[in-house]
Nanobody
Framework: QVQLVESGGGLVHPGGSLRLSCVASGFTFSSYSMSWVRQAPGKGPEWVADLYPTGSNIRYTGAVKGRFTIPRDNANNTLFLLMNSLKPEDTALYYC???????????????????WGQGTQVTVSS
């Protein structure tokens, strides 16, 4: 049973930083690409970043490039999202997801695969 547990969300001022964590279990973490996907209130899901099993071939959506990083610690089955220079438009529920962007035909199929966590809320507000 795939399990992904996100943590680290919270309320932060614009320009602040936050570090999200995702602890994985139920599969061989080091064999899978991993992603972060976010969903703002009233909006559809938006892919944020992904990387290969070894931590190489990192990709970011243009909205976060240069501000976010997506390291992984395979020894501890953990994926991170380091967020700097946060903006109000970054406010969303952030999901950890097994797989990379483009391996599923749509977000719902991806979510239904059981490869998303429960999400952690990030709120950027003054």
């Amino acid at each position: 049973q795939v399990q992904l547990v996100e943590s680290g969300g919270g309320l932060v001022h614009p320009g602040g930083s936050l570090r999200l964590s995702c602890v994985a279990s139920g599969f061989t973490f080091s064999s899978y690409s991993m992603s972060w996907v976010r969903q703002a209130p009233g909006k559809g899901p938006e892919w944020v970043a992904d990387l290969y099993p070894t931590g190489s071939n990192i990709r970011y959506t243009g909205a976060v490039k240069g501000r976010f990083t997506i390291p992984r610690d395979n020894a501890n089955n953990t994926l991170f999202l380091l967020m700097n220079s946060l903006k109000p438009e970054d406010t969303a529920l952030y999901y950890c997801a097994r797989g990379s962007y483009g391996t599923y035909r749509d977000y719902e199929s991806w979510r239904r695969s059981g490869s998303w966590g429960q999400g952690t809320q990030v709120t950027v507000s003054s």
